[in-house]
T-cell receptor, first 113, second 115 residues
Framework: GESVGLHLPTLSVQEGDNSIINCAYSNSASDYFIWYKQESGKGPQFIIDIRSNMDKRQGQRVTVLLNKTVKHLSLQIAATQPGDSAVYFCAEKGSGGYNKLIFGAGTRLAVHP | EPEVTQTPSHQVTQMGQEVILRCVPISNHLYFYWYRQILGQKVEFLVSFYNNEISEKSEIFDDQFSVERPDGSNFTLKIRSTKLEDSAMYFC?????????????FGEGSRLTVL
């Protein structure tokens, strides 16, 4: 079956440090992956995405790495700031379908000053 | 910046009552979705909607659920007879495309509490 899961439910970091949030997926047919940030009481907010024909994609302070061999996805946040504190979800989309995203369980990132 | 808006932000209802959650997707988007999130759990897909019909639905989306785009701007989720386990945050989302990135834009959610 399909499943997307996260290795760490909570990650605490110091302000200014780099953060790495990990995610495992099991559907090798998935061709598109997204990281979402969810702040308390709000909807998921798109951070960065990556297609299965890439292994790395960079945004502003964020990098997503995709390792298809071991079905692993990670989100790296450089110079983590207090405003980065939130729950982060990875999500995958299969090669068919109408954006039916399968979300992982979420990792809470807590940034301490 | 265009955004998906949802109403109400919070609704409390009695078990067995009908509930309608409303969404206004981003105006040039063609694909619409409902997801839900039970407190403390992950976001789950309910249904996708395109060209005035359901394109895909999950096993959660049973006969008690229905969606409608009544007037070309609103997109609604109706739960006919609510159960306690329907208590959750319901997120509407829309996207411009389904191929390519097809980025989903989520609303801020409607919290449903069933007593």
């Amino acid at each position: 079956g399909e499943s997307v899961g996260l290795h760490l439910p909570t990650l605490s970091v110091q302000e200014g440090d780099n953060s790495i949030i990990n995610c495992a997926y099991s559907n090798s047919a998935s061709d598109y992956f997204i990281w979402y940030k969810q702040e308390s009481g709000k909807g998921p907010q798109f951070i960065i995405d990556i297609r299965s024909n890439m292994d790395k994609r960079q945004g502003q302070r964020v990098t997503v790495l995709l390792n298809k061999t071991v079905k692993h996805l990670s989100l790296q946040i450089a110079a983590t700031q207090p405003g980065d504190s939130a729950v982060y979800f990875c999500a995958e989309k299969g090669s068919g379908g109408y954006n039916k995203l399968i979300f992982g369980a979420g990792t809470r990132l807590a940034v301490h000053p | 910046e265009p955004e998906v808006t949802q109403t109400p932000s919070h609704q409390v209802t009695q078990m067995g009552q009908e509930v309608i959650l409303r969404c206004v997707p981003i105006s040039n988007h063609l694909y619409f979705y409902w997801y839900r999130q039970i407190l403390g759990q992950k976001v789950e897909f309910l249904v996708s909607f395109y060209n005035n019909e359901i394109s895909e639905k999950s096993e959660i989306f049973d006969d008690q659920f229905s969606v409608e785009r009544p007037d070309g701007s609103n997109f609604t989720l109706k739960i006919r007879s609510t159960k306690l386990e329907d208590s959750a945050m319901y997120f509407c989302a829309s996207s411009e495309a389904v191929r390519g990135t097809g980025e989903l834009f989520f609303g801020e959610g409607s919290r449903l509490t069933v007593l």
